[in-house]
């Protein structure tokens, strides 16, 4: 998800809350914790087979009941070691939410809410599993899960997150390409605008020319906005109808408009003595009302009340 929006993440984990709690406390509680903090091969080789079937599995490490970490930070293959952060064995996490809510919890295992990894520096949860060592003291084994794979791998969405960058691609070629053409209507409604002042032109013909030229402009800088907005800048969660209402809504508002405005052109062309104009003004100012009462429906259909 690029750019990331974690205000969609924690919407999207409130929604998932119990699911969420659910299969992280089933992942962590099959695992054997004694095995684990006594042989590091296993423990990076778990974390590895994990990381196959639940592609948002980050870290696996143990804690001593102190808080103090007593392995090292096993990580998932696609972890890029360069950027990580945490300090890894020997350290003191002690002060960390989920160590803290763990000791609390008289549960065997701990979910944690969304925070910010040190590790990857992106949302994050934590599952922690309390057992007792071999030496009869407390430990935990505690797994990070990274939020967002998290919630694709829920949306069963993994392929679709794959080659959205290659769709934002395209989308955001559209766009630009959209931009300039509106751009260059503008630049020769503009250059048709200046020869009328210039020239003193006073046929209303070559006026409205450069109308149509600046107004075509308008809708297709808007028609292209739009997608750049809705499609490469912003993320659209397509799970919810809500964001394909909201597309539907300002795609046809530009067409309403691009529509409209040009019946009203077509209109006054007539008046000054274009008749045949009238007739495909008439069609197109009907057919502007037509897609309005159409989008109208479709919102009122579409109502989230």
């Given at each position: 998800?690029?750019?990331?929006?974690?205000?969609?993440?924690?919407?999207?984990?409130?929604?998932?809350?119990?699911?969420?709690?659910?299969?992280?406390?089933?992942?962590?509680?099959?695992?054997?914790?004694?095995?684990?903090?006594?042989?590091?091969?296993?423990?990076?080789?778990?974390?590895?087979?994990?990381?196959?079937?639940?592609?948002f599995?980050?870290?696996?490490?143990?804690?001593?009941?102190?808080?103090?970490?007593?392995?090292?930070?096993?990580?998932?293959?696609?972890?890029?070691?360069?950027k990580?952060?945490?300090?890894?064995?020997?350290?003191?996490?002690?002060?960390?939410?989920?160590?803290?809510?763990?000791?609390?919890?008289?549960?065997?295992?701990?979910?944690?809410?969304?925070?910010?990894?040190?590790?990857?520096?992106?949302?994050?949860?934590?599952?922690?599993?309390?057992?007792?060592?071999a030496?009869?003291?407390?430990?935990?084994?505690?797994?990070?899960?990274?939020?967002?794979?998290?919630?694709?791998?829920?949306?069963?969405?993994?392929?679709?997150?794959?080659?959205?960058?290659?769709?934002?691609?395209?989308?955001?070629?559209?766009?630009?390409?959209?931009?300039?053409?509106?751009?260059?209507?503008?630049?020769?409604?503009?250059?048709?605008?200046?020869?009328?002042?210039?020239?003193?032109?006073?046929?209303?013909?070559?006026?409205?020319?450069?109308?149509?030229?600046?107004?075509?402009g308008?809708?297709?800088?808007?028609?292209?906005?739009?997608?750049l907005?809705?499609?490469?800048?912003?993320?659209?969660?397509?799970?919810?109808?809500?964001?394909m209402?909201?597309?539907?809504?300002?795609?046809?508002?530009?067409?309403?408009?691009?529509?409209?405005?040009?019946?009203?052109?077509?209109?006054?062309?007539?008046?000054?003595?274009?008749?045949?104009?009238?007739?495909?003004?008439?069609?197109?100012?009907?057919?502007a009302?037509?897609?309005?009462?159409?989008?109208?429906?479709?919102?009122?259909?579409?109502?989230?009340?």
């Open positions: 998800m690029t750019p990331r929006n974690y205000l969609y993440l924690l919407r999207k984990y409130e929604d998932y809350q119990p699911q969420i709690d659910r299969l992280l406390d089933s992942i962590v509680t099959a695992l054997m914790p004694r095995k684990l903090e006594s042989d590091e091969a296993a423990l990076q080789k778990t974390v590895e087979r994990l990381h196959k079937s639940y592609p599995v980050e870290l696996l490490y143990c804690l001593d009941e102190h808080g103090m970490q007593t392995t090292i930070s096993a990580a998932a293959p696609d972890i890029d070691d360069s990580r952060s945490e300090p890894g064995m020997c350290s003191d996490r002690s002060n960390r939410a989920y160590y803290t809510k763990a000791v609390k919890n008289e549960k065997v295992s701990t979910v944690t809410s969304p925070y910010l990894s040190n590790a990857t520096h992106q949302l994050a949860i934590s599952a922690v599993q309390r057992y007792t060592t030496e009869n003291k407390t430990g935990y084994l505690v797994i990070n899960f990274n939020l967002e794979k998290l919630i694709t791998f829920l949306n069963g969405d993994e392929i679709r997150r794959r080659v959205h960058p290659f769709f934002q691609t395209v989308y955001a070629i559209i766009g630009v390409m959209l931009v300039i053409i509106a751009s260059l209507l503008l630049y020769y409604g503009g250059k048709d605008m200046y020869g009328v002042v210039h020239n003193h032109i006073d046929e209303p013909i070559k006026i409205f020319g450069a109308v149509i030229l600046v107004t075509l308008l809708a297709i800088f808007d028609l292209g906005k739009t997608i907005e809705e499609e490469v800048f912003l993320h659209k969660d397509i799970h919810h109808e809500g964001s209402r909201r597309t539907i809504s300002r795609f046809m508002a530009a067409i309403v408009i691009a529509v409209s405005i040009e019946s009203l052109l077509l209109m006054f062309k007539s008046l000054l003595g274009g008749e045949d104009h009238l007739n495909s003004a008439v069609l197109m100012l009907f057919a009302v037509a897609m309005l009462i159409g989008l109208g429906i479709y919102l009122k259909l579409t109502d989230e009340k």
